[in-house]
């Protein structure tokens, strides 16, 4: 079956702009997670969503990161006033439910900032 | 408390040769430990876990050994292969309610020919 998409694949933007990134998770999973992988560095924690609601968002930031997910299914990343230290790979992670051990991750967007 | 760390960054191995990378971690309430692996382009993929009520796990060439004493566990790539050349992330989570991994840095892996 398919697994979980990303998009878009790539996004150049100039600082101060905002982006919008989008991630439909496998059908019927109801915990989604995403991660940032700066270069050289492992994936960084930012939020975890159980069906609509995030009932843990330690791992953003700053208040210009905010995330959202609708229906259950499609998650939306937004970064507000882009800054260069925002350039990564933003990856999101699927799982059937909370408690399950396998994430399954999508390719990523990968975020430039000049 | 959270920290997840892992070494070496990068590892050169030849074909046929034991591939071995290390992680560390401090909050003893972790209590599962994946290894993702993740090629170019690609988001990672789970290779094998292990929970700390037995200290070794095999899943073919694959093992990891853990030690709960030390807050060790690694990863050992048995008669590596240039297809194993990718990047390996060691993570730990603890149990109850969701799976919030937390990973190490990474290792970079090359199996030559």
């Known amino acids: 079956g398919a697994g979980v998409s990303q998009s878009p694949s790539n996004k150049v933007t100039e600082k101060g702009k905002d982006v919008e990134l989008r991630c439909d998770p496998i059908?019927?999973?109801?915990?989604l997670y995403w991660y940032r992988q700066s270069l050289g560095q492992g994936l960084e924690f930012l939020i975890y969503?159980?069906?609509?609601?995030?009932?843990?968002k330690s791992g953003l930031p700053s208040d210009r990161f905010s995330a959202e997910r609708t229906g259950g299914s499609v998650s939306t990343l937004t970064i507000q006033r882009t800054q260069q230290e925002d350039s990564a790979v933003y990856l999101c992670?699927?799982?059937?439910?909370?408690?399950?051990?396998?994430?399954?991750f999508g390719p990523g967007t990968r975020l430039t900032v000049l | 408390q959270q920290q997840v760390k892992q070494s070496p960054q990068s590892l050169i191995v030849q074909k046929g040769g034991i591939s071995i990378i290390n992680c560390a971690y401090e909050?003893?309430?972790?209590?599962?430990f994946p290894w993702y692996q993740q090629f170019p382009g690609k988001g990672p993929a789970l290779l094998i876990a292990?929970?700390?009520?037995?200290s070794e796990k095999k899943e073919g060439r694959f093992t990891i050994s853990f030690n709960k004493s030390a807050k060790q566990f690694s990863l050992h790539i048995m008669d590596s292969q240039p297809g194993d050349s990718a990047t390996y992330f060691c993570?730990?989570?603890?149990?109850?309610?969701?799976?919030?991994?937390?990973f190490g840095a990474g290792t970079r892996l090359a199996v030559h020919p």
């Open positions: 992670a699927s799982s059937p439910l909370p408690s399950t051990d396998t994430q399954y």
């Open positions: 059908s019927g999973h109801t915990a």
């Open positions: 969503f159980q069906g609509n609601s995030a009932p843990d």
């Open positions: 909050n003893t309430a972790f209590d599962y």
């Open positions: 292990i929970r700390p009520d037995v």
């Open positions: 993570a730990a989570s603890k149990s109850g309610g969701y799976n919030k991994l937390i």
